[in-house]
Structures are given as C-alpha cells and as structure tokens.
Nanobody, 115 residues
Framework: QVQLVESGGGLVQAGGSLRLSCAASTSIFSLYDMGWYRQAPGKQRELVAV???????NYADSVKDRFTISRDNVKKTMDLQMNSLKTEDTAVYYC?????????WGQGTQVTVSS
C-alpha cells in the first residue's frame, strides 16, 4: 500500500501564490505517473495537472500558465506551484499516483482563495 500525503494548502488572497507538495511512501516513486486533482463544493473532481514517470506534463486549460507541476524522484515528492490564484481555484486538492493497476490517492488539502 502506498501512502500519499499532501501539504501546503491554506488561505490566500486572489492573485497570491501557494505551493502544494505530495510525499509518497513507495520506493518505486519514479515509476508512477503523478497528478493533482481538485474538487470544489458541489462539483466533480477534476484533473489539474499530471507529470508522468518520463517527465512529460499536461495541464487543465483553466490553470495553464499559472500552475507548474514538478517532481523529485530522489525525495519522492511532487509539487504544484500555483500562481495568480483565482477564487475559482478554491477546492480540495488531491494527489494521485498511478502505475499499471496501482492507483492511489491522498486525503487532500484545502485551498481557499479569497477575493
């Protein structure tokens, strides 16, 4: 069983920045495709950004040019740098790790952007 633990959420004003981090317990972290997802109240969970084991990335259109996903395979962490935050970015942010049939989620961290 792999544990994913998110950190870095909080309250920030619109236009501000936050950095989320996800720490993984697996020794084969480098083999996992990692992603950030978010779920706002009353809405479905949606993809924010992914970074694959090979390093390629994809972003939701709503966060392109504002968010940057990265990973450190030695530290077994994945980060999400969020800049120019908007009120609509308010959500619980989840870390996800996938490798083959293995699929793990973190418990989430709250991000609240105030106007």
């Amino acid at each position: 069983q792999v544990q994913l633990v998110e950190s870095g959420g909080g309250l920030v004003q619109a236009g501000g920045s936050l950095r989320l981090s996800c720490a993984a317990s697996t020794s084969i972290f480098s083999l996992y495709d990692m992603g950030w997802y978010r779920q706002a109240p009353g809405k479905q969970r949606e993809l924010v950004a992914v970074i694959r084991s090979g390093g390629s990335t994809n972003y939701a259109d709503s966060v392109k040019d504002r968010f940057t996903i990265s990973r450190d395979n030695v530290k077994k962490t994945m980060d999400l740098q969020m800049n120019s935050l908007k009120t609509e970015d308010t959500a619980v942010y989840y870390c996800r790790g996938q490798s083959g049939v293995r699929d793990y989620w973190g418990q989430g961290t709250q991000v609240t952007v105030s106007s």
